[in-house]
């Protein structure tokens, strides 16, 4: 078992190197995705925050709107396309946290 273990620790990292290249994936990509992410993260619960009696697609707009500033002030530029792909991908991984959240404290763990 230990000699699985440390060809997988040697093995691994060199792996998924490979992969990524092969997938046009590098760290700076991925660390461009990662950020742009918890930016749009940050715009929707700021939306959800500032406007909590505008309808989902006026909170959409506002998020897109300080999603794209907030990028802009990171150093990123986005298109509008991509604003907005950003900050639906946040909106519904938050829902799905929310809704893991509520299934754990019904359930009791």
Do not use: C
Not at 28 to 52: C, G, S, T
């Amino acid at each position: 078992m230990e000699v699985i273990t440390d060809l997988l620790v040697l093995i691994l990292p060199t792996l998924l190197t490979a992969i990524f290249s092969w997938l046009g994936i590098d760290r700076i990509k991925f660390q461009r995705y990662q950020r742009l992410i918890e930016i749009a993260e940050e715009a929707v619960l700021w939306a959800d925050d500032y406007y909590p009696e505008s309808e989902g697609v006026e909170k959409l707009k506002q998020a897109i709107v300080y999603f794209k500033s907030a990028a802009q002030k990171a150093g990123f530029w986005v298109s509008d396309e991509e604003a907005e792909k950003k900050v639906r991908i946040a909106y519904q991984a938050l829902q799905r946290q929310a809704l893991n959240n509520l299934t754990r404290t019904l359930v009791g763990e």
